[in-house]
DNA sequence: AAACATAATGGAACCGGTTCCACTTTTATT
DNA sequence: AATAAAAGTGGAACCGGTTCCATTATGTTT
C-alpha cells in the first residue's frame, strides 16, 4: 500500500501551485486559465489523485453527511426508510452515516456522540424517548435534528415527521366498527413511544365515535423488539369475552402477532377479523390478503432529508416544523362481520 | 448556532497546553497527571467539547469507517444484512457509510468515488459486476475490499464471503426431484451475477444426478430488479410442458414470482411444487407455508466485517479469502409429489 | 545531599486541504 | 500607446487535531 498522493504532488508534478490545483478542484473559487485546467486534470488523473474528505472538512465543515439513527434497519418498515433516506440524500450529493440503536437508549446516546464528533450537518433519527439532554444540546449546537416516524413530546423544538398515527388508528378501527364489530382489540407499540400513544388514541376516538364500550383488557402495548406480540394474542385469545376483531398497529410485531394467531388455528377473517400496520407485499400473498394500512415511507424520507438538509443552508425557521402525512388503509380480504354469537 | 469549541479552548480554559488535552483525550498517548486529567475533563465537560473526527483523522487516517455499497437497503435480505454488518461494526468501535447502486454500476462509479475520498478503511460491497478498473485501484491503494453475496471472477484478488450458491441450488433442486418431479424450472438472477451463475450450475448439477432431461426452457434469468420475476413465471405456465416444479433462486424477485403465480390461480403445491431463496417470517405464514432456503445472513455479515477490519490491522496476507458459508434447506409443506398426467 | 531516572508539561511542526491577498500577465478601453 | 480592468498565479496562514522533542518538576537511589 503505496501512500497516496496529496494535493502538493499534483502540484508540483503539474508544475504549478497549490492554490491553482485547489481552484480546479473547486471549480467557482477562482479563476484558472483553461490549459492549466487541463493538465492539472491529467496529472491528477496520471497520478490517481483523490482529495480527502477529511481534509477539506477541516476548513469549513460543509454539509456533506448525513446521520441517520434507525432502532434496526432488519425491521423492513425501517429498512425501506433507509433506502428512500439514502437515494434521496445521494441525488444531493450527501453521504449517510447509518447507525441503530436496538431501541436501548445507552447506545443511542453512544451513536450520538460519535455523530456530534464526526460534525455532521444533520441527524434523521427514530429518537428511543431518552436522552433528552443531549438531544436537547444537539439542537442548540445547530444540528438539524429530525425525528421521523416517532417523536418526543418534551422537545418540541425539534423538527418531526410522521404519519397521522391517530387518523389512521382510528379509520381503520372504524372500518371494523362499520362491519359490525363491537369487542375489537388493538395490540400496538409501547406506550412510552409516541407512535405507541397516538394510535391507541386514534383506535378510543373510534370506539366513542361508533358508540362502543372501552375495554382496557382489549388494548396491548408490545414491545417493538422480541416477540411480545405474540403473547399479546394470546392473553387476547383468553379472554372472558375475547375480540373478534384486531388491529395490529405495531409494525414490528407483524409476524409474530400472526404467527400465534395461525399457531392457535384462528382463522382470518372468520373468527378474528384483522388490519395491520405493514404493507410489505407479503400482505398481499397471505390467505386471505391482509387489509392493511400503508405509510408512504417515501414521503417521510423525503420529507426528513429535505428538513435535516434546509436548515442546514441557514434557514433558521423560527417555528420547528412538523410534518404529518397520510397513511393508506387498503382493504383487501381479512375483514369480514363478525359471526353471530352463539 | 454558536461556534464549536476546539482543543485550543479546552487548553486555555484548564490552563494547560494543547498536547495536555490531546493527551488526556487520547489515553495511553503520555502521561498526564490524574489532578490534571480531571480539571481537563471538567473543562470538556462544561465547555461542551467533542473533538472533530475530521481533524483527528487528517494525521493518520485511523480505521474507523467503513463503507458499505449495496444494490438497495428495501429488499430484505440486504436490509438483515445491513442490520447485522452496522452491528458488528458498532461492536468495535467502526461507523458505516452506507450506499446504494440500484444495480447501476453509474451509480457504483460514483459511491466508490466518495468512498475513496472519504479513505475508508474498508469496503464491503455487492459489486454490479462492472467498473473493473475501479475495484483493482482501489484494491491496489491498500483499501480493503470484501465482496459479499456475489462476487466478479475477473478479480481473484479480492476477498468473497458468499454462500455456498451452486449446493443450495443444487439441494434444493434434488429435493425436488426425490419427490418424483421431472419437470423442474428455475428462475435465477441475472447471468451476468455469479448468484445467478452458480445457482443454475447447481440446479444442473442436481439434474444430471437424478439423471433428469435438461431443457433450457426451464431456465429462466430474471433481473433484481423490476418485475421480471412475474414474466418469468408467465412464460413457465405457458410452455407446452409446464414445470410441476420450481426453485425461485432470485431472493428479490420471489414476492414478484408468487404473486403471478396467485393471480394464475396456480395453487401451491398440488399444481406446482416451490421452493424459493427466502427467509422471510413471511414465508412460514403463507398458506401453505413455503420450504426454503435460508442464507445464513449473520454469518456473510461476521465474516465480512472481519475480513475488511483484519486486512486493515496490516494482516496484509498474501491470498485473497474466499469464505463460503452453507445455506439451509428448511422443508415445509409447499413441495409434494407431481400429480400424475392427465 | 548529590546524582539520576522518571513523570509531567509545553512549543512547534505537521497532516492535506482552502482561502486571502499580493503580484504578474493579459485583455479591454479610449 | 497609455492606462485601467480583468485574468491567472503563487505564498502563506489557517482549520483542529496529533506527535516529536525539549524542558521542568518530582521521586528514588546510594
Given at each position: 500500500?503505496?501512500?497516496?498522493?496529496?494535493?502538493?504532488?499534483?502540484?508540483?508534478?503539474?508544475?504549478?501551485?497549490?492554490?491553482?490545483?485547489?481552484?480546479?478542484?473547486?471549480?467557482?473559487?477562482?479563476?484558472?486559465?483553461?490549459?492549466?485546467?487541463?493538465?492539472?486534470?491529467?496529472?491528477?488523473?496520471?497520478?490517481?489523485?483523490?482529495?480527502?474528505?477529511?481534509?477539506?472538512?477541516?476548513?469549513?465543515?460543509?454539509?456533506?453527511?448525513?446521520?441517520?439513527?434507525?432502532?434496526?434497519?432488519?425491521?423492513?418498515?425501517?429498512?425501506?426508510?433507509?433506502?428512500?433516506?439514502?437515494?434521496?440524500?445521494?441525488?444531493?450529493?450527501?453521504?449517510?452515516?447509518?447507525?441503530?440503536?436496538?431501541?436501548?437508549?445507552?447506545?443511542?446516546?453512544?451513536?450520538?456522540?460519535?455523530?456530534?464528533?464526526?460534525?455532521?450537518?444533520?441527524?434523521?433519527?427514530?429518537?428511543?424517548?431518552?436522552?433528552?439532554?443531549?438531544?436537547?444540546?444537539?439542537?442548540?449546537?445547530?444540528?438539524?435534528?429530525?425525528?421521523?416516524?416517532?417523536?418526543?413530546?418534551?422537545?418540541?423544538?425539534?423538527?418531526?415527521?410522521?404519519?397521522?398515527?391517530?387518523?389512521?388508528?382510528?379509520?381503520?378501527?372504524?372500518?371494523?366498527?362499520?362491519?359490525?364489530?363491537?369487542?375489537?382489540?388493538?395490540?400496538?407499540?409501547?406506550?412510552?413511544?409516541?407512535?405507541?400513544?397516538?394510535?391507541?388514541?386514534?383506535?378510543?376516538?373510534?370506539?366513542?365515535?361508533?358508540?362502543?364500550?372501552?375495554?382496557?383488557?382489549?388494548?396491548?402495548?408490545?414491545?417493538?423488539?422480541?416477540?411480545?406480540?405474540?403473547?399479546?394474542?394470546?392473553?387476547?385469545?383468553?379472554?372472558?369475552?375475547?375480540?373478534?376483531?384486531?388491529?395490529?398497529?405495531?409494525?414490528?410485531?407483524?409476524?409474530?402477532?400472526?404467527?400465534?394467531l395461525a399457531h392457535a388455528g384462528v382463522s382470518i377473517p372468520e373468527e378474528l377479523s384483522v388490519i395491520v400496520f405493514e404493507?410489505?407485499?407479503?400482505?398481499?400473498?397471505?390467505?386471505?390478503?391482509?387489509?392493511?394500512?400503508?405509510?408512504?415511507?417515501?414521503?417521510?424520507?423525503?420529507?426528513?432529508?429535505?428538513?435535516?438538509?434546509?436548515?442546514?443552508?441557514?434557514?433558521?425557521?423560527?417555528?420547528?416544523?412538523?410534518?404529518?402525512?397520510?397513511?393508506?388503509?387498503?382493504?383487501?380480504?381479512?375483514?369480514?362481520?363478525?359471526?353471530?354469537?352463539?
Amino acid at each position: 500500500m503505496q501512500k497516496q498522493p496529496t494535493i502538493r504532488d499534483v502540484a508540483a508534478a503539474a508544475g504549478v501551485s497549490v492554490a491553482v490545483v485547489s481552484r480546479v478542484l473547486n471549480p467557482g473559487s477562482g479563476p484558472v486559465a483553461a490549459a492549466t485546467r487541463g493538465r492539472v486534470h491529467e496529472v491528477m488523473e496520471t497520478l490517481g489523485y483523490h482529495p480527502r474528505t477529511a481534509a477539506r472538512e477541516l476548513k469549513h465543515g460543509p454539509p456533506t453527511t448525513l446521520g441517520l439513527l434507525l432502532a434496526d434497519v432488519s425491521n423492513p418498515f425501517f429498512a425501506r426508510l433507509a433506502d428512500q433516506v439514502v437515494q434521496e440524500a445521494h441525488s444531493r450529493g450527501i453521504q449517510v452515516l447509518l447507525m441503530t440503536t436496538q431501541e436501548d437508549d445507552q447506545l443511542e446516546a453512544e451513536r450520538l456522540s460519535t455523530l456530534i464528533e464526526r460534525r455532521v450537518s444533520g441527524i434523521i433519527a427514530t429518537p428511543t424517548g431518552n436522552n433528552l439532554e443531549i438531544w436537547k444540546r444537539l439542537h442548540d449546537m445547530g444540528t438539524d435534528v429530525v425525528f421521523v416516524d416517532r417523536s418526543i413530546p418534551a422537545l418540541p423544538e425539534v423538527d418531526v415527521v410522521t404519519i397521522n398515527n391517530t387518523e389512521s388508528a382510528r379509520s381503520a378501527t372504524a372500518l371494523l366498527a362499520a362491519h359490525g364489530h363491537r369487542r375489537i382489540a388493538i395490540i400496538s407499540g409501547p406506550v412510552s413511544s409516541t407512535t405507541g400513544r397516538d394510535r391507541i388514541a386514534g383506535y378510543r376516538e373510534a370506539l366513542v365515535a361508533a358508540h362502543l364500550e372501552q375495554d382496557d383488557l382489549l388494548i396491548r402495548s408490545a414491545a417493538f423488539r422480541g416477540v411480545a406480540g405474540g403473547d399479546a394474542v394470546t392473553a387476547l385469545l383468553n379472554l372472558e369475552d375475547p375480540p373478534t376483531a384486531l388491529v395490529v398497529a405495531n409494525t414490528a410485531q407483524v409476524t409474530a402477532v400472526l404467527r400465534r394467531l395461525a399457531h392457535a388455528g384462528v382463522s382470518i377473517p372468520e373468527e378474528l377479523s384483522v388490519i395491520v400496520f405493514e404493507d410489505s407485499p407479503w400482505t398481499e400473498l397471505m390467505t386471505p390478503p391482509l387489509t392493511i394500512v400503508r405509510q408512504p415511507i417515501d414521503l417521510l424520507a423525503m420529507h426528513s432529508v429535505q428538513l435535516a438538509l434546509s436548515n442546514a443552508s441557514g434557514k433558521a425557521s423560527g417555528r420547528p416544523s412538523v410534518i404529518r402525512v397520510d397513511a393508506e388503509l387498503i382493504e383487501r380480504s381479512s375483514v369480514a362481520r363478525p359471526k353471530p354469537r352463539t
